[in-house]
Each structure stands twice: as C-alpha cells, then as structure tokens.
C-alpha cells in the first residue's frame, strides 16, 4: 500500500518536474520557433513514405532518384541574333524568350525551320500542380527529392550527434575523472583534432573511401565526439567531480566506477545533450557542403540537389530556376537554424543562470 | 535631539516573478537620525537586502516599488530620475555591499577605482586633492598608502573590506549602507572591521544602517533595530530595549537561539519550521504558523497587524503583543 | 580511563607547491602540522580556527578523501576491541571500515546530487554495502527519516534536493550520515550556511542524536559559540597546528595562549550590556608556562586536561 502510494508520488513528482522544464523552455520564443522547424521537417520526412506506402504518389514519377514525368509544351522555334538589343530581344539574356527555342539547339532534329512550332519536354519544369515544387533536370519532383533529403539529414545529424556525444560524454568523463595520464593523452588528442581543418580531412577520408550516409556520420560523430566537446564536457565533469556529494560517496566507501557512473555522468548528461543538439547543426552543414563538392554517395540529399543543379549549369541562372536551388538550401538553412534554435532553448532550461525570472 | 538624515516610510516593494508577486517589503517604515546607527536583522529571505536596495533605488530590474516614501534629508529619493539619482547615490547615501570581494574591478588599481568614484562627484577636484583625500580615507580605516597602487588581488581579505569602506565614505556620505559586510570574513577580521566601521562612524559623525542575520553583531553595534520576518518589520525600537525586553515571540526566539561564548551555557530554542512564502497575498500574521503560543484570533488569520508603542520608542507587532 | 574512538598522533599533510611558471623550485606548505588528538566515545571534540587554518585538511584526512602524508590515525575496532591503526587496512577491509567514519558537509546544496532522489540518496550507503534485502533498506531508510524529523517519510522520499529547503537538507544528510550506524562523524561546518532560526534545531538534533546512537563527533567550526554548545572539548587551531586543546569551559574561561585568548576576545556577544572582555595579547603567561613545564615537548599539560602548544608563535599572531 505505502508502496503504491510511493510510486504514484513519485511518478506524479516526475510528471510534474518534465511539465516544468517544458514550461521554462515554452518561455523561449527562439526554442519554441526551432522546435516547430524540427518538427516540420519531420513531418516532412515522414510524409514520403507514407504518400508512396498509400499510393497516393506513384512510385514511378514521384520517386526522388528515378521518378520520371514527360512534361510537354509546344514551343516556337526561333534564332537569336548575334547582336542585341534588337527589336524584340533586349539582350542575349532574354533569347530564347518563354514559349521559345532556339534552333542551335534543334541541330539533332531534321528539318526544323525558324518559325516552326516544335513539340518538346521541358525539363527542369517550374512548379505546377502535380509537381508543387517543379521538378529538376531530370523530370524528378523536388518536392520528393526535399522529403528525401530531410530523411537523409535526420539521419545523418541525429547519428553523428549521438555517436559524438557519447564518445565525448565518455571519454571526458573518464579524462576528468582519472586525471593523469590518461587525461594528458585525451587532451592532446582532441588539440590535435581540432587543429586538423576539418573538411580537407573528409575531402582525404572521401578519396580513399566512399563515403554513404551511413558513414558520413560516423566520421562526423568520431571527429566531433574527440574533438573540443570532450574539453568542454571534462570541465563540467571536474565541476562535479568536486562536489561534496562525490567525497560523501567516497567516504562511504563507493568505488571509482560507481561514482562515476552514478553520480559523475548523471549531472554532466544535461551538457552532453545540450552538445547533442548542436552538433546536429554542424552535421547537416557538413553534409550539405560535402554533398555539394560531389564527394558524398549518396543517392540524394538537400547538397547533391545544389550540386546537381550546379553541376547541369542552372546555378548562376539567377532566379530563372529558383525551384533547383531555393527550396534545397533553404531547407538546409532552415533545419540546421531550427536544431540550434532548440539548442538555445535547452539551454535555458538546462542553465538556470541564463534563465529570466 | 539631532534630526532624522533618513525617513522611510510605508515602504512597499516586490518583485515580479513567474511564480507571481514576491512581496519583499511590506509597509517598512523607519527614520534614521544623524550620527545613529540604525540595526536590520532578521533571516535569509526576510527582506533586509531589498530594503537596502531600495534605499540606494539600486534594485533589480523586476523590482517594483509600489508605495511608500524613501526621504534623505528632506528630499524624496522614490521617483527620481537616473541622473538624480546617480548624485545623490555616493554622497548623499553609500553602501558597503555584501560580497566586497566582488565589489572591485579587477583590472583596475584600487586607488584608481576609488578616485573614479569622487571624480564623479566632484568634478572640480585636482588629482592632488583627490590623492590627499584617498590618503586621509585610507589612514581613517588603517590602510597604507600605498595600498593605491595595488591590483584587488594583491589585497587580502579584510583590506579589501577596509579599501570598500573607504570607497563608501570617498564621497562624504550622510548615510552608510553596511549589508552584512562581515560575513564572508573570519571572527578574528570581522571584528577588526567592526570596530573599524564603528571607529568611522563616530568620527565622521554617519548614519549607519547596518544589516546583519547575526544577532550579535546588532548588539555590538547599533544603538536602535528593527527585526525583520517575511518583509515586514515586527519588533523596533531602541537596541538595549529589544535585547532586554524583546516583545515580539520572533526576537525572542532570536535572541534564545543564539549561543555564546559568554555567560551560563545555556539550552538554546530552536524556531521550528520554515519562513512562509512571500509570493501572493496573505492575511494576518505571517509569523503565527511558526510561533510557539499563537492566540486563536492570530492563528485564525483575523489578528489585526500593524506596530504598536510598547515602551518609549519601542514599537512591537500588535498581534503578537496582544498575544502576550 | 576512558575508551577512545580515535587516536590522532602527530598527523601531517603537506602539499607541494611549485614556485612559478618557468620555476623548477617546489616549496612545502605544510597545511596541517603535527597534530594530536583523541576523541573518547560518546564525546565531540570541536576543532576552531580561522579558515585556511588547516581545519578541513584534517578533517579530509581523517575520512580518507585525501591521504596524508604523516603521523598515525588509530580507531578503535569493534571486532577485536582494540585499536587499529587505519594505515593497515586495504580492499574489503578498508571498504568495511569506511562504514565507521562518516563526514557531514557544509553546503547542503553541494551535498547531495541533485539529480537523485532523497530515498536514493540515503539508500546510497546501503547499496554500497549491500547491507539487507530491499525491503530492509526501504525500512531503513523511513527508519531514520522519523529519526531526523522529516515526517511523514514517504513523503520525502520520492522527491529531489531542490525541492527541499537547507534546513530539511541538511536533515538529509545526517540521516545518510547516520544509516551507517557509525561511531564517528565528521563535521564540516554544518550549520554555518544555514540561517539562525534553523540553525540550532540541526545543533539539537546532531546532540540528542549523539546521545541517542552514541556517535562522536569532531566538529570544525570557525564560531567558538557554536563549539561550545555543541563539544565536550575545544582544540584550537592556528597555522596547521593546534595550540591549545581544553574542556570547553576551561578554554573559554580560562584561555592561555595568546591566539586563543585573540579568538575568544573577538566573538560578538548578543548583549548591548555587556562590554567585551579585551585579553591583552601578550606572551608572557605563555612563556611563563613553557618554562615551568619545560619546551621539549609540542605540547605541555597545564592541568585539568588543559594543554598547550609550546612552538614558537611570535610575530605570526
């Protein structure tokens, strides 16, 4: 009976105290904002399968690697001057204009004159209905290739951030907590680390092997978990190492590995997931460059959308094609800001000193 | 009979939490007279601090005053403007804060950090006057000259305390602020900077509002006090009246619980229970859960509150008068 | 004769400093020098001095969170009814006899890991041990919550440090102090964070519990009134050594040493009408004494258990 009534207070008590730091982090509108990014582009990511898995989306065109729609439009056949401005065309800018081609372009069609009008698929095609994003130059729909893309991020960023975290979580703990010899090894490790500029060395990693998502995080989560964050979380590891509650422990007779795992790495777990959430920002920005150097495999993420759109020339098209590049980057700008916005949430929680009364 | 330096009167303020309504200081009325020493006590929480803020209007953000009058030397100080304030704040009222460790910058030389507050001041000042003036503060509080030249760092313990006195009275206050200027410091130094402070203000003629949990060093050093509980003050009235013949059940549970060193070992009362929460209203006397014979009127909640005159100058609460 | 709980003899701890940066030079700082004490059973011995006097240093070294680097700690063994010197103890054995000298620390709010609950918190020490079944330790533990004065128990168990006020921590951490059943307690300053109205209920409940479980305590403080009401005996510390150890009364009244009579004479007394005795810090009743009972030893006996340092303290004081 008095049993029961323990674990009702004490489930009650615990309810009530995850209320409360929800509550404190609510108080931030940054944390509120990121959250509601992150769960966007979850939803996002969620959404494909789900649309594939109930037939709403055809596997066949909407599939972000292999889909294929043949888009038609008639276009008339034109040939732009050498010279500009002319009558009808400003500058070499505005040749072919829209609903034009230019018959340069035709020299593999017979027979097609100045004039005509001439039958073609348009690819990349701008947004419509059936593709509300467009689709690219290879009549995929970016709206899918996005989705896939938030998948891959997901992924990626939670992966390499939990694998870092914990590696540093562990080691800084362990560099803290045994001092000596250990702790000098552990710190010129991760000096020398953070020394290494980071992305010449996944540009040699990337040559030697090939790189997929699967190790793409990896490599981010060993080269984050031994880098700056084990410097960090050994410093709150040494601020509770000292604490009364520790020496109380000792006294009563407690060993190293159960003060370390019952009473060390419990009060520096705030910190490492703090790191946690942060490191997924710089994960997603990794990966999205690395992506966009093509020195990722990867079948499609939101950096091979840009390097495609890089690669097939659209890029320094202006605004002409803005569905290649705009929804790619921004999705990128977006989640990678939305996880650190959450971040800075977190903080106000996990810190009581930055906390506003 | 001198002349009231410094009139409080019907002080309210709280502070603006998520909680609610922190009700630091309620209906805190006193005056202070030239050359007096004026004694604050009463537990963590109970509101001596944000008295002390309020009087140098030095509060945080979230505190609001709400009512009452704060009037130094006739001229009312709640509602002033920054720029007014900042003249009167040194050299109409100073204080020596808590943590003087904290109180230096420690980039700057000591000496340095005190002139910059009387060129504030006194604007006209040459550097040799000011020099002169920093040399016949530090010889007041029994400091080396050269102590000037010196970084914070270089100073112990009781010479910072020594040098945040001097920065207090660098601008010839009326008034001094001490808000428990000892409690970071050992018995032995925290009896040197007493009778230093106390060495100070005979000599200068200062009000002095000195703020303290510790019991004792009230004795030692004021010559009236108010014991504050939960924001209000409960007992005031000349110092060896209150010691003799304390009314209030709070300062006499104070003065019980308090060991010496002196006089019979004797069994000391522990006050059971925790200060009440000052978030929100509340009706009644706020000490009536913790007293140890409440009557049934104050523990119903209906005890009228307010100070009643028990001896000449001596004011008590009257529910816990009536109490008996 | 009494029976001792522990025998301190000429304990040292000392630390090496390095000189500066680029120097290679070490300097000693010896924290604690050459100390000696007993604490018979069932009495507190209140060990007084300014901070940095080495109080704490003892104290670590005592419960062996810091090793020394001298001198002997003798405790007495219930199992063979003798006393042992804690130097020979090791593994299993030394773990077992962690359980007879526990420590209480100053800042309640420091010390007790706030991400526990109190239930574990005071179950910690039984874990550790693996002292009863579950069900036992539960009991246990509800046991000496009513013994500290949280009740109803089941009401603080399941909750968290922060949730509790100091004086109620502090109540915890006696209770996890005292589950151990030991003999003798530390105390680190235990009530100098807390406020006055709290302050002696922890006083009384740490007396009444000495009594009740016949647990000694050294209790370090920098108030001698605090020691007085709480020790049978005071030592007085100065610099690393103890220069004059008493009966309570006797020291107070009767305080020979110079740093004693200087301690004693700066204490405010809560009474405007009473005028502090001013001692006269001078050294002749010490040198006096030193020459009638001969300097060859660190410590003389005056008399009613009264003894004191014979070293040098001129201009330091």
């Known amino acids: ?357 | 009979m001198s002349k009231d330096v410094l009139v409080v009167k019907d002080l309210n303020m709280h502070y603006e939490t998520l909680a609610g309504n922190v009700s630091a200081v309620k209906n805190v009325s006193f005056s202070v007279k030239e050359g007096e020493s004026f004694g604050l006590v009463g537990e963590s929480g109970c509101g001596k601090t944000s008295v002390a803020m309020s009087l140098l209007q030095l509060q945080a953000d979230n505190a609001k005053i709400s009512s009452g009058s704060i009037s130094l030397d006739g001229i009312e100080m709640v509602g002033m403007s920054e720029s007014e304030l900042r003249k009167v704040r040194w050299d109409g009222i100073s204080i020596v804060f808590q943590g003087a460790m904290n109180a230096w910058n420690p980039v700057v030389k000591v000496g340095e950090q005190i002139r910059e507050a009387i060129r504030e001041h006194y604007p006209n000042n040459t550097k040799n006057e000011n020099t002169e003036k920093i040399e016949s503060l530090f010889k007041m509080v029994d400091l080396d000259s050269s102590i000037m030249d010196r970084f914070p760092h270089e100073l112990s313990g009781g010479m910072k305390q020594r040098a945040v006195i001097a920065l207090a009275l660098s601008c010839d206050p009326k008034v001094v602020i001490a808000d428990e200027p000892t409690t970071a410091l050992d018995v032995v130094i925290q009896d040197q900077i007493l009778k230093e402070i106390k060495k100070v203000q005979e000599l200068l003629g200062l009000s002095l509002i000195y703020i303290s949990h510790d019991i004792a060093v009230i004795a030692e050093m004021t010559d009236q006090m108010a014991v504050m509980y939960a924001g209000s003050i409960v007992e005031i009235g000349p110092t060896d009246q209150v010691f003799s013949n304390p009314k209030h059940a709070y300062t006499r549970l104070l003065l019980e619980s308090t060991p010496s060193v002196v006089g019979e070992k004797k069994k000391l009362r522990s006050l059971e229970g925790e200060p009440p929460s000052l978030i929100g209203e509340e009706n009644g006397c706020s000490f009536s859960p913790r007293c140890p014979d409440p009557s049934d009127k104050c523990k119903s909640g209906n005890s009228e509150m307010g100070l009643i005159e028990v001896a000449d100058g001596h004011f008590a609460d009257k529910c816990c008068v009536e109490c008996g | 004769m009494k029976k001792n709980v522990i025998e301190v003899k000429n304990l040292e701890k000392y630390f090496e400093v390095s000189g500066g940066f680029f120097s290679r030079k070490k300097t000693t700082v010896k924290a604690v020098d050459d100390i000696t004490f007993e604490i018979p059973f069932g009495e507190s011995l209140g060990l007084v001095g300014q901070s940095g006097c080495g109080k704490t240093t003892t104290a670590r070294a005592l419960c062996l969170l810091d090793p020394k680097t001298g001198g002997e700690v003798n405790f007495f063994n219930n199992e063979t009814s003798s006393m042992q010197s804690i130097d020979e103890l090791e593994g299993e054995e030394l773990k077992k006899f962690r359980r007879n000298i526990q420590m209480i620390f100053q800042d309640p709010y420091e010390s007790l890991n706030p991400r526990w609950t109190i239930k574990d918190i005071i179950l910690e020490p039984l874990n550790i041990h693996n002292i009863g079944d579950l069900d036992e330790r539960e009991e246990a533990v509800s046991e000496i919550l009513q013994t500290v004065g949280l009740t109803p128990p089941e009401n603080y168990m399941p909750r968290y440090p922060h949730e509790l006020s100091g004086g109620q921590r502090q109540r915890v951490s006696i209770a996890r102090t005292l589950i151990m059943k030991p003999k003798f307690v530390v105390c680190d300053e235990p009530t100098s964070m807390l406020d006055v109205s709290i302050r002696i209920s922890i006083m009384d409940l740490m007396l009444n519990l000495a009594k009740d479980l016949e647990v000694s305590y050294l209790y370090i403080t920098h108030d001698l009134a605090v020691a007085r009401y709480m020790c049978n005996r005071i030592a007085v510390m100065f610099n690393g050594k103890i220069v004059e150890i008493a009966e309570t009364e006797e020291l107070l009244n009767n305080p020979v040493h110079p740093y004693t009579k200087r301690l004693i004479s700066s204490i405010p007394v809560p009474d405007p009408s009473y005028d502090r005795k001013v001692y006269d810090i001078n050294f002749e009743e010490l040198d006096s004494l030193i020459e009638k009972y001969g300097s060859d030893k660190p410590m003389i006996d005056i008399g009613n258990e009264h003894y004191i340092a014979t070293h040098d303290v001129k201009g330091i004081i």
């Open chain 1, 1 to 357: 009976m008095e049993e029961n009534f323990n674990q009702d207070l004490q489930k009650e008590l615990r309810r009530e105290a995850i209320k409360r730091n929800w509550q404190l982090f609510k108080q931030s509108k940054l944390g509120m904002i990121g959250l509601y990014i992150v769960i966007f582009f979850l939803f996002l990511a969620l959404l494909q399968p789900f649309l594939f898995l109930t037939g709403i989306w055809n596997k066949g065109v909407y599939d972000p690697v292999v889909g294929y729609e043949p888009i038609k439009d008639t276009l008339l056949v034109v040939e732009c001057p050498k010279e500009y401005p002319t009558e009808k065309y400003e500058s070499y800018q505005d040749c072919p204009a829209k609903g034009e081609v230019n018959v340069k372009k035709l020299y593999m069609a017979p027979g097609v004159e100045v004039g005509d009008m001439y039958e073609t698929f348009i690819q990349p095609a701008p947004p419509s209905r059936r593709h509300i994003l467009g689709t690219d130059s290879l009549g995929r729909d970016i709206f899918s290739q996005i989705m896939e893309g938030s998948q891959v991020a997901f992924i990626l960023g939670l992966l390499s951030a939990t694998l870092g975290v914990g590696i540093s979580t562990i080691l800084g703990t362990i560099a803290a907590f045994f001092g000596g010899k250990i702790d000098a090894y552990l710190m010129r490790q991760s000096d020398l680390i953070l020394m290494l500029p980071s992305l010449p060395l996944l540009f040699i990693i990337s040559a030697f092997a090939e790189l997929k998502v699967w190790h793409l995080a990896v490599v981010l989560g060993v080269l984050g978990g031994l880098g700056g964050s084990v410097i960090t979380i050994k410093s709150q590891a040494l601020q509770v190492k000292v604490k009364p509650f520790v020496d109380s422990a000792r006294i009563t007779g407690g060993s190293n590995m159960k003060i370390l795992f019952s009473h060390v790495l419990p009060n520096v777990a705030p910190l490492a997931l703090l790191f946690m959430v942060f490191s997924v920002t710089g994960a997603i920005a990794s990966e999205s460059v690395l992506s966009f150097l093509g020195l990722l495999n990867i079948d499609m993420s939101w950096g091979i959308m840009i390097y495609l759109s890089q690669t097939d020339g659209f890029i320094f098209s202006g605004m002409r094609y803005w569905w290649l590049i705009l929804p790619a980057g921004l999705a990128v700008t977006f989640l990678a800001g939305g996880f650190y916005l959450v971040g800075r949430g977190l903080d106000d929680v996990f810190n009581p000193r930055l906390r506003k009364r």
